[in-house]
């Protein structure tokens, strides 16, 4: 069965202070790996898609990478404006395109 | 805007009703799901559609229904033999075919809650 995990479950950080998001999961044969963002009371909003072992995205403050067991989100001198919970999810290859959903990680920057 | 919409945001039932939750999507899309979201949990699959007059359940259909008659449109029905129906539901589109990357694209939501 397919898992992700991600960590922390909560994160504060001032703004300024740089850090990272971590996704683990198991898969049999990853297809792709998607980083989204979630505001409260809001559908989540689609981030970045990372294929293979070694791949990188970036998007104004944000940058995703990708190993063969785990992912980072690594948020630069964050600001309050990117508080939200950061959802990751993967995609088997093979078959039906079923995505697993990892609980989160709810980030808080104070001013 | 290319987009999903779905409606309302709040919805409040009475227990042993059923009701409707309203998913359109103006993307394009082939395939269409529902999640569900609870707190301290992941998103949820119920249902999902691949193409129009086809659905399939996902990992917690029981006490819900859908269906897919237009291409644009996926309804959830949640049904009075739903135990535990007060949650977050979220409607999602995604590009067709299973070579596709499944990268989906969701709606605002609909908050359900049970009096």
């Known amino acids: 069965e397919d898992q992700v995990t991600q960590s922390p479950e909560a994160l504060r950080l001032q703004e300024g202070e740089s850090s990272s998001l971590n996704c683990s999961y198991t898969?049999?044969?990853?297809?792709?790996l998607f980083w989204y963002r979630q505001d409260p009371g809001k559908g989540p909003e689609f981030l970045f898609t990372l294929y293979s072992a070694g791949e990188e995205k970036e998007k104004e403050r944000l940058k995703a990478t990708l190993t063969k067991k785990e992912s980072f989100l690594h948020i630069t001198a964050p600001k309050p404006e990117d508080s939200a919970t950061y959802l990751c999810a993967v995609q088997a290859s093979g078959g039906y395109q079923k995505v697993t959903f990892g609980t989160g990680t709810k980030l808080q920057v104070i001013p | 805007d290319g987009g999903i919409t779905q409606s309302p945001k709040y919805l409040f039932r009475k227990e042993g009703q059923n009701v409707t939750l309203s998913c359109e999507q103006n993307?394009?899309?082939?395939?269409m799901y529902w999640y569900r979201q609870d707190p301290g949990q992941g998103l949820r699959l119920i249902y999902y559609?691949?193409?129009?007059?086809?659905?399939q359940k996902g990992d917690i259909a029981e006490g819900y229904s859908v269906s897919r008659e237009k291409k644009e449109s996926f309804p959830l029905t949640v049904t009075s033999a739903q135990k535990n129906p007060t949650a977050f539901y979220l409607c999602?589109?995604?590009?067709?075919?299973?070579?596709?990357?499944?990268?989906?694209?969701f709606g605002p939501g609909t908050r359900l809650t049970v009096l």
């Open positions: 999602a589109s995604s590009l067709p075919g299973l070579a596709s990357y499944n990268e989906q694209f």
């Open positions: 559609s691949q193409i129009v007059n086809d659905f």
């Open positions: 898969v049999s044969g990853l297809r792709g």
């Open positions: 993307l394009n899309h082939d395939a």
